[in-house]
T-cell receptor, first 112, second 116 residues
Framework: DAKTTQPPSMDCAEGRAANLPCNHS???????VYWYRQIHSQGPQYIIH???NNETNEMASLIITEDRKSSTLILPHATLRDTAVYYCIVRVRRNTGNQFYFGTGTSLTVIP | GAVVSQHPSRVICKSGTSVKIECRSLDFQATTMFWYRQFPKQSLMLMAT?????????EQGVEKDKFLINHASLTLSTLTVTSAHPEDSSFYIC????????????FGDGTRLSIL
């Protein structure tokens, strides 16, 4: 049921911007895109979400294409602590309510 | 804000034991809670959706008699793994969602279950 695809892994130099892409070509008009990250053996941490406008918070920026079929999470100045698996998720509407299905995610390694 | 507490963080028990895992929303009311399972080096797999005061909705392939879910209040959901066996060993994670709009779900820190 995962509705998103992401590259399995990426490297980024410490201090540089990390740009993590996500494809969600089947997204519906009113479905939001959510980004989480998971550090080993912990629960996922919420990062940011958006519908169609670009969003920014203290952790990251989210750029959503005009056709909404893809998005990019930007960590402006990556640190070693940003090494984690990053998940892009689209909420799925069902009669029983809303569910969130995780894809395989992108394992980001920040290199010193 | 939006803190979800999961307890216990780690459980080791013998085969045949039933294990209960609690998921609490500490500073908000959670109309919906989700239970996920994660095997090593794999993504999270949704097991069930739990709405307060109603029966849980299980994903295809998840045995409802094996994984009992109770969501008796707006701040507490429990997952009971009944008669656990070694193949049930996994990382179980809950999340909670308020009923308001498109707010994100917030996750607990997970429970590492090891069945000997």
């Amino acid at each position: 049921d995962a509705k998103t695809t992401q590259p399995p892994s990426m490297d980024c130099a410490e201090g540089r911007a990390a740009n993590l892409p996500c494809n969600h070509s089947t997204i519906s008009g009113n479905e939001y895109v959510y980004w989480y990250r998971q550090i080993h053996s912990q629960g996922p941490q919420y990062i940011i979400h958006g519908l169609k406008n670009n969003e920014t918070n203290e952790m990251a920026s989210l750029i959503i294409t005009e056709d909404r079929k893809s998005s990019t999470l930007i960590l402006p100045h990556a640190t070693l602590r940003d090494t984690a698996v990053y998940y892009c998720i689209v909420r799925v509407r069902r009669n029983t309510g809303n569910q969130f299905y995780f894809g395989t995610g992108t394992s980001l390694t920040v290199i010193p | 804000g939006a803190v979800v507490s999961q307890h216990p963080s780690r459980v080791i028990c013998k085969s045949g034991t039933s294990v209960k895992i609690e998921c609490r929303s500490l500073d908000f009311q959670a109309t919906t809670m989700f239970w996920y399972r994660q095997f090593p080096k794999q993504s999270l797999m949704l097991m069930a959706t739990s709405n307060e005061g109603s029966k849980a909705t299980y994903e295809q392939g998840v045995e409802k008699d094996k994984f009992l879910i109770n969501h008796a209040s707006l701040t507490l959901s429990t997952l009971t793994v009944t008669s656990a066996h070694p193949e049930d060993s996994s990382f179980y994670i809950c999340s909670a969602l308020t009923g308001t709009g498109y707010q994100p779900q917030h996750f607990g820190d997970g429970t590492r279950l090891s069945i000997l």
